[in-house]
């Protein structure tokens, strides 16, 4: 295999998803506006997503809480992946697919935003947790790929990324959580 022409090809397509992100600016600002919003309201920012989306849902809750760019007061964020107590006693009782919703039950409230992370936009227990925080009056955000899946039909902002490949979306959203930080950051 030539790797030269392997990385080539990938630059190549990673540029071009960006390109196509260009189309998504106008939402990422009313996302990052209603970050805003709700931390100004005494909210928080609840993220949550499986595999790598979970690792960058942890990326992002630490971003906002320490620090993007800019020194400022810590703001309220939390990864609802990260406590490994409650994933394996909700997953044990109720099953993987409420996993976060039982969390969003506890944790969320009207004046926050949620925010899942997943590739295809139908985990099961995403979906189910964004079901969660739109009863509550939440702000809800889902960060897919592809054709948005069933996020598309039940959040407030489903920033789709432009790509059916699981590398690009998974690039793309941290491209974008990180752009969600900085205009949460420069308020």
Known sequence: MDYI?????????HSEMFRALKPLFPLISNVGIAMQNSIKAGGKILLM??????????????EIVGRFKKERKAMPAIALTTDTSILTSVGNDY??????????????????????????????NVVNAIKAAQEIG????????GTGGKLTAICDH?????SNV??????????????????????
């Open 49 to 62: 997503g499986n595999g790598g989306s979970a690792a960058d849902s942890q990326h992002l809750a630490a």
């Open 5 to 13: 022409d392997y990385l080539k090809g990938e630059h190549a397509a």
């Open 95 to 124: 099953g993987y697919d409420y996993i976060f919703s039982r969390q969003i039950e506890a944790l969320c409230r009207p004046e926050d935003v949620v925010i899942g992370i997943t590739t295809s936009g139908n985990s099961a």
């Open 158 to 162: 489903n920033l789709i990324m432009p």
């Open 138 to 145: 939440a702000t809800t955000v889902g960060l897919t790929g």
């Open 166 to 187: 699981t590398a690009r979306i998974q690039e793309a959203h941290i491209f974008v959580g990180h752009c969600l930080c900085e205009i949460l950051e420069s308020d």
